[in-house]
């Protein structure tokens, strides 16, 4: 049995994973006999007060070391990290905007899951299937947290989360300060922030018309250096179709990214606090994502989104052949009105 006590590689902090800049749509000109260009639609993100439910599912394959999976586990899908998934189910109450625009949305996890190859975890199973060695997820179900959205409903900051992890860990045992650091890779501020994001997202600055795009930045953590500087991922999001067959209309899009960023032995020297005799000499980071999503055309609020992140990284040492670790992962997402059933 894969040990549970091992904390996921998180590949984006992701997620972290959305655009918070400025947007630039690009616009171009129908070609020649083509039918006159749809009317351009404006998405201007709003969230009316009420209750929402957001569910996330996220995918994690099993890391490779220069292709192959490398684990303690002699199965064939062993990894690095052994293939899993991680789903939430959130309660978003979101209170009347401020007088300068900014609005707090109360935020509740309400059922939290994790499943591997030989085990799972449900918050919604019944207790005597709850094993107290494993990582306690049910403690953080319930708790409420206030994040803080500016005037685009982009959110800034997330109340008492961080303060949160870090009490529960201040007397706590060996084990369960493991355990609770596993459920803050997976399901804790940076992790809550990323998927809060895409209920935003990055939007044009204007009008715009299916095919026309408009492009983005990302900071994206390098999960396998954490102390070095983000990447700076570039997106491209377009405006694919409109579909106005339902009462509610929404606009489908697609977005994709990369970048690809060279760090020096001094640059991993200061950032890592390795001596410079170390024989770590260079690593090589590149990161793509690619996904498709919905968003409701009045109020520009996600419906739904399906994306996919790898990152990969090149360690090249004194003497040695350069090292490749490849960390893919998937990510589903639902946002709808209502809270959770």
């Not at 984006?12 to 994973?17: H, K, P, T």
């Not at 992140?309 to 490749?324: D, F, I, K, M």
């Not at 893919?328 to 639902?334: L, Q």
Request: glycine fraction near 6%; hydrophobic fraction near 35%; include cysteine.
């Amino acid at each position: 049995m894969p040990s549970p006590s091992r904390a996921p590689t998180n590949p984006f902090a992701l997620v972290s994973l959305v655009a918070l800049l400025m947007a630039v749509p690009a616009h171009s000109a129908a070609p020649a006999g083509a039918s006159p260009p749809a009317a351009p639609i404006t998405l201007r993100f709003s969230l009316p007060p009420g209750d929402y439910t957001l569910t996330v599912e996220t995918r994690y394959a099993a890391v490779t070391l220069n292709g192959l999976d490398v684990s303690p586990d002699p199965s064939p899908t062993g990894g690095m990290r052994q293939p899993e998934t991680c789903a939430a189910v959130i309660h978003l109450a979101a209170r009347p905007p401020a007088a300068d625009g900014t609005q707090t949305v109360r935020v509740t996890y309400k059922r939290l899951r994790r499943s591997m190859k030989r085990f799972e975890q449900d918050t919604d199973a019944p207790a005597a299937r709850y094993d107290p060695n494993l990582p306690p997820y049910r403690d953080l179900v319930g708790i409420p947290f206030d994040v803080t959205c500016n005037a685009d409903g982009v959110p800034q900051r997330i109340s008492g989360m961080a303060e949160w992890f870090d009490r529960q860990k201040s007397d706590a045992s060996p084990l369960r300060a493991s355990n609770l650091q596993i459920i803050r890779s997976q399901f804790g501020e940076k992790m809550l922030q990323g998927w809060l994001s895409w209920v935003h997202g990055a939007l044009p600055r204007g009008p715009i018309r299916p095919g026309e795009s408009w492009q983005s930045t990302l900071p994206i953590p390098i999960a396998s250096l954490p102390k070095l500087e983000s990447l700076r991922l570039k997106q491209t999001w377009t405006l694919k179709s409109i579909d106005r067959s339902s009462r509610e209309p929404h606009a489908e899009i697609t977005v994709a990214g990369d970048v690809s960023s060279t760090f020096d032995k001094r640059t991993l020297t200061a950032a890592l606090g390795v001596d410079e005799d170390d024989t770590l000499q260079s690593a090589k980071v590149t990161a793509k994502t690619e996904g498709t999503l919905a968003r409701d055309v009045a109020t520009a609020q996600l419906r739904r989104v399906a994306y996919t992140t790898e990152t990969s990284t090149t360690l090249t040492s004194r003497g040695g052949n350069p090292v490749t670790i490849r960390e893919p992962v998937a990510v589903t997402m639902t946002f709808a009105a209502g809270p959770p059933k």
